[in-house]
């Protein structure tokens, strides 16, 4: 039986909005969501990675499981490889790696990457949402992914690009690129191992160390489109958003 562990990046020094992991929704943090969804999906175990003592006991507290990282990794899928390994499980075939700051991520999407990938025995796999505003197209803080097919609810295209850039010109199957990753384990360990390019620094999309290197991403569509909280105002959006429907 094909085994995936979900592992769940997370740290308190986010740029702009430090000690977001711990930000309270319907009295319970961000991280705790993120971490109930992925256990709601009911793939594999579920782990956050974490670097912060704090995040360590808040989801522990909640009766989850995490494990301590490093403080010097450049990316979330580095701090995911070690926690992969600093767990020593056997006989996992995939890691999923979701996102710590995506508390109304929908649970159907992560089960859908996860049917995907060990249908279609792919190396990496993401996902995307149509993109029904066009502001999106030009707005640099949301990434796009270009598909080599258009996206459908039963096809896995793969991805010819993913760019910040204004799009609103292009005729090109585009999407709104949502930031959750499955890997093959032997696939993440090469991955880890590369060199960051220097397309992915200019852009700060580490994906594109993916294509660079010629490793394929597959491209699933989801059903929406979480809402990340990089900023204040994120996090009062999704606030405002879980709490009405919280009430219902």
């Given at each position: ?38 256990i709601e999906a009911n793939i594999g175990e579920v782990v956050v990675a974490t670097e912060d ?75 995307a949402s149509k993109i029904k505003d066009k502001k999106v197209l030009s707005n640099p803080n ?45 696939i993440l360990e090469k991955f880890v191992s590369l060199d960051q390019t220097n397309n992915e ?48």
């Amino acid at each position: 039986m094909t085994k995936t562990l979900i592992l769940i990046p997370s740290r308190m020094a986010a740029t702009r909005l430090p000690g977001k992991p711990l930000l309270k929704i319907n009295n319970l943090s961000i991280i705790s969501h993120v971490y109930k969804k992925a256990i709601e999906a009911n793939i594999g175990e579920v782990v956050v990675a974490t670097e912060d003592k704090e995040i360590l006991e808040e989801v522990s507290n909640n009766g989850g499981k995490a494990i301590l990282t490093r403080n010097d990794h450049k990316t979330g899928t580095d701090r995911i490889f070690e926690a992969y390994k600093k767990l020593e499980l056997k006989n996992i075939d995939y890691v999923l790696n979701l996102q710590g700051d995506e508390p109304n991520i929908n649970k159907d999407d992560i089960i859908s990457l996860n049917k995907f990938m060990i249908e279609q025995n792919t190396e990496i796999g993401t996902l995307a949402s149509k993109i029904k505003d066009k502001k999106v197209l030009s707005n640099p803080n949301v990434v796009k992914v270009i598909t080599k097919d258009r996206l459908k609810k039963n096809n896995f295209p793969i991805a010819s690009n993913f760019t910040r850039e204004d799009l609103s010109n292009t005729n090109k199957a585009i999407y709104h690129h949502i930031g959750i990753y499955a890997y093959k384990v032997n696939i993440l360990e090469k991955f880890v191992s590369l060199d960051q390019t220097n397309n992915e620094i200019k852009n700060k999309l580490e994906q594109l160390r993916a294509l660079d290197n010629a490793l394929k991403i597959n491209v699933a569509l989801a059903k929406s489109s979480p809402i990340g909280v990089d900023t204040k105002e994120d996090y009062l959006a999704i606030k405002r958003i879980m709490e009405y429907k919280n009430q219902k």
